[in-house]
């Protein structure tokens, strides 16, 4: 594989940064609103509202009920519903590791960035959509060469944060079937960004079937295996995700 790596990066040791995300990343998996607590989203009627002291009377105190919210796909108007988060859930207990790919300083990537002027929407489908789509806000553009082959590639405004949700050969094989997400990393000069792939990681549906994650876009599919990042969760005595 021949590309360009980010320029050195100011820190000492980024494998041992890299470690510590992969800890960070099963606290956050088995807190009790991570991915794997969620064993309900209710939505409801067209019009109504959610009632969160409602939802909450008589849960158990490992039940933790949120809002949501969404766009209907047929209307356009809002659609409301809960969320509910089991710390106890079956997910976590028989939750053991998600395999990682060993770290790889040759998928650290400086990229361009080209902001686009405006609020630009790019349409992603959805899982559970059923081929429909979302228009997602894609604030400008990322270009970058990989193994001698262009790319430009889309990744959404996540409240405030690029994210780039990517695929490529690995998927539905060492890697979640669907692609994987991975967060851009923004650098002081404004036209340059830097993807970690080494940070790639299963998208919260790879934890719980509660989730409406979206699929990578045609631009966003790579041509060669992206051997670095989370792998697939792994769980305890033949316990299967719903995803």
């Known amino acids: 594989m021949s590309h360009t790596a980010a320029p050195d990066q100011p820190t000492a040791d980024p494998a041992g940064e890299w470690r510590e995300w ?9 807190a009790p609103t991570g991915n794997l607590a969620l064993v309900e989203t209710r939505w409801l009627p067209a019009g109504e509202r ?22 209907d796909l047929v209307t356009g108007e809002p659609e409301y519903g809960l969320r509910f988060w089991d710390a106890r859930s079956p997910a976590i ?6 395999d990682v790919f060993p770290y790889d300083p040759a998928w650290v990537l400086e990229a361009a960035y080209t902001p ?13 959509d059923n081929g429909g789509s979302r228009d997602l806000v894609v604030p400008g553009d990322i270009t970058l060469t ?14 405030g944060t690029l994210l780039l949700v990517f695929g490529d050969p690995t998927n539905g094989d060492s890697t979640y079937g669907a692609g994987r997400f991975l967060f851009v990393q923004r650098t002081p000069d404004d036209g340059r960004v830097v993807l970690d792939f080494n940070r790639a990681f299963v998208p919260p549906c790879g934890f719980s079937d509660q989730y409406n994650c979206p699929v ?5 599919r790579f041509h ?20």
Do not use: M, W
């Open 50 to 71: 959610s009632d969160l002291d409602a939802a909450r009377a008589g849960q158990p105190e490992h039940v933790t009920v949120t809002p949501v919210e969404r766009t």
């Open 116 to 128: 686009v002027p405006g609020a630009r929407k790019v349409a992603f489908e959805h899982i559970r």
């Open 93 to 98: 207990q028989h939750f053991e590791r998600t």
């Open 224 to 243: 060669l295996p992206v051997e670095a990042g989370e792998k697939l969760p792994v769980f305890r005595d033949g316990f299967i995700a719903q995803h």
């Open 146 to 159: 990989v193994d001698g082959r262009a790319y430009t590639l889309s990744a959404f405004d996540d409240d």
């Open 216 to 220: 990578p876009p045609r631009q966003n």
């Open 22 to 30: 992969c800890a960070e990343r099963r606290r956050s998996l088995t």
